[in-house]
T-cell receptor, first 113, second 107 residues
Framework: DAGVIQSPRHEVTEMGQEVTLRCKPI?????LFWYRQTMMRGLELLIY????????DSGMPEDRFSAKMPNASFSTLKIQPSEPRDSAVYFC???????????FGPGTRLTVT | GIQVEQSPPDLILQEGANSTLRCNFS?????LQWFHQNPWGQLINLFY???GTKQNGRLSATTVATERYSLLYISSSQTTDSGVYFC?????????FGKGNQVVVIP
C-alpha cells in the first residue's frame, strides 16, 4: 500500500498567487481530512469529506481557502490569493470504513513570501 | 470542541531510560491515536487506542476512557525516539490534537 500521497512536498510562492495542494488517499478509504500545522496554532482540522462530500468545513480559515473531492481517489486544497500567514505544513489524512484510525500523508510545506 | 492536554511538554532522557507521556481529554471519544512526528515532519502512527492497552516493541499505551486519559510508555529509550509525540482524539470526524510532548534522547 502506497499510503496517502501528497504533492507537491514543498511549495514556495509569492503573496497573491494561487496555490493548489493535492492529495490521493489510501485506496478503499472513504473519509479524507485536511489539516494545517503551524507553530502558533499546532495541528488543526480544516475540512473533512466522507464519500466525497464535504461534511465539516468549519476549520477553513476564510473564503480564500477552498477544497474539493471530485472522486474517491483525489482531493485538492486551493488558496487564492495566498498570503504570508498561510505559510504552514498542510497534511492530508484518510480513514477507512471499519475503523476510525487516520493515516497521514507526508505533508506539503508551503511558504508564501 | 474537545480539549486535549499533554504532559510533560518537554522531556530530556538519557539513552536507555524509561518515560511516561500523558494525554488528558475533555469529552468521550471514539478515536484516540498517538503519533510520533520525526525530524522530517512526518506523522507516524504509533497506536490507535480509544480504550485498553496495546504494546508494540519498546512502546506501549493505555487508555482509560472512563477517566479520559491515555498514557504512552517508552522503555529503554533510543536516540531515534527523539521527536514530538502527539495525542489526538475525536468522535466521528476530524481529530483534535494536543500540543505535543517534545522528547530528546541523548546518548
Amino acid at each position: 500500500d502506497a499510503g496517502v500521497i501528497q504533492s507537491p512536498r514543498h511549495e514556495v510562492t509569492e503573496m497573491g498567487q494561487e496555490v493548489t495542494l493535492r492529495c490521493k488517499p489510501i485506496s478503499g478509504h472513504n473519509s479524507l481530512f485536511w489539516y494545517r500545522q503551524t507553530m502558533m496554532r499546532g495541528l488543526e482540522l480544516l475540512i473533512y469529506f466522507n464519500n466525497n462530500v464535504p461534511i465539516d468545513d468549519s476549520g477553513m480559515p476564510e473564503d480564500r481557502f477552498s477544497a474539493k473531492m471530485p472522486n474517491a481517489s483525489f482531493s485538492t486544497l486551493k488558496i487564492q490569493p495566498s498570503e504570508p500567514r498561510d505559510s504552514a505544513v498542510y497534511f492530508c489524512a484518510s480513514e477507512g470504513t471499519n475503523s476510525y484510525e487516520q493515516y497521514f500523508g507526508p505533508g506539503t510545506r508551503l511558504t508564501v513570501t | 470542541g474537545i480539549q486535549v492536554e499533554q504532559s510533560p511538554p518537554d522531556l530530556i532522557l538519557q539513552e536507555g531510560a524509561n518515560s511516561t507521556l500523558r494525554c488528558n481529554f475533555s469529552d468521550s471519544v471514539n478515536n484516540l491515536q498517538w503519533f510520533h512526528q520525526n525530524p522530517w515532519g512526518q506523522l507516524i502512527n504509533l497506536f490507535y487506542i480509544p480504550s485498553g492497552t496495546k504494546q508494540n516493541g519498546r512502546l506501549s499505551a493505555t487508555t482509560v476512557a472512563t477517566e479520559r486519559y491515555s498514557l504512552l510508555y517508552i522503555s529503554s529509550s533510543q536516540t531515534t525516539d527523539s521527536g514530538v509525540y502527539f495525542c489526538a482524539v475525536g468522535r466521528r470526524g476530524g481529530l483534535a490534537f494536543g500540543k505535543g510532548n517534545q522528547v530528546v534522547v541523548i546518548p
